[in-house]
T-cell receptor
């Protein structure tokens, strides 16, 4: 079953905690992305990776960290430095970084309690 | 700042009606433009990708056009059905932005049976 798997679907974070969102793909795509979506707004790019062992900051990288040790995996850590982390987080992939269709996972809801 | 604007923010139509969703962008130097569909609480599904050199793309009842000179794209949905109810997002890959996607806030479509 091919695709992009995000987990967990729902996650609750206490103040001061770091949490990690998982994103796994078996599409053999080189590029992977993390977006944040807030109600009534478009998606905003957090981090992206064009190839294994390389990643770049997007527009709103502060308070987040990523790694790309394997082609299939691009986990996102929401650190305690992110002051407003409650949002819907979407992972995406594309075959290459230029001119390709982008595919999204089902998303993860993060709520601060 | 590169932006993408979608009008209207919400649209409600009776079943069977043909409809047009609008997307405008601020710079004609783009790689491509993509239209996505998002169901509530779900990830995004790619509908159509129009490369910079193309004028339109069609898939089933959907037709997307691109006019770079005016900075506009339209998504035409023919013979709308209740199952078309969703949020439709437009995203532009600007050359100056390094080929990363900039998303509009979306149009919420409701098709009434």
């Amino acid at each position: 079953d091919g695709g992009i798997t995000q987990s967990p679907k729902y996650l609750f974070r206490k103040e001061g905690q770091n949490v990690t969102l998982s994103c796994e793909q078996n599409l053999n795509h080189d590029a992977m992305y993390w977006y944040r979506q807030d109600p009534g707004q478009g998606l905003r790019l957090i981090y992206y990776s064009q190839i294994v062992n390389d990643f770049q900051k997007g527009d709103i990288a502060e308070g987040y960290s990523v790694s790309r040790e394997k082609k299939e995996s691009f986990p996102l850590t929401v650190t305690s430095a992110q002051k407003n982390p409650t949002a819907f987080y979407l992972c995406a992939t594309s075959r290459g970084f230029s001119g390709n269709t982008i595919y999204f996972g089902e998303g993860s809801w993060l709520t601060v309690v | 700042k590169q932006e993408v604007t979608q009008i209207p923010a919400a649209l409600s139509v009776p079943e069977g009606e043909n409809l047009v969703l609008n997307c405008s962008f601020t710079d004609s130097a783009i790689y491509n433009l993509q239209w996505f569909r998002q169901d509530p609480g779900k990830g995004l599904t790619s509908l159509l990708l129009i490369q910079s050199s193309q004028r339109e793309q069609t898939s089933g009842r959907l037709n997307a056009s691109l006019d770079k000179s005016s900075g506009r794209s339209t998504l035409y949905i023919a013979a709308s059905q209740p199952g078309d109810s969703a949020t439709y997002l437009c995203a532009v890959s600007y050359v100056e932005y390094g080929n990363k996607l900039v998303f509009g806030a979306g149009t919420i479509l409701r098709v009434k049976s």
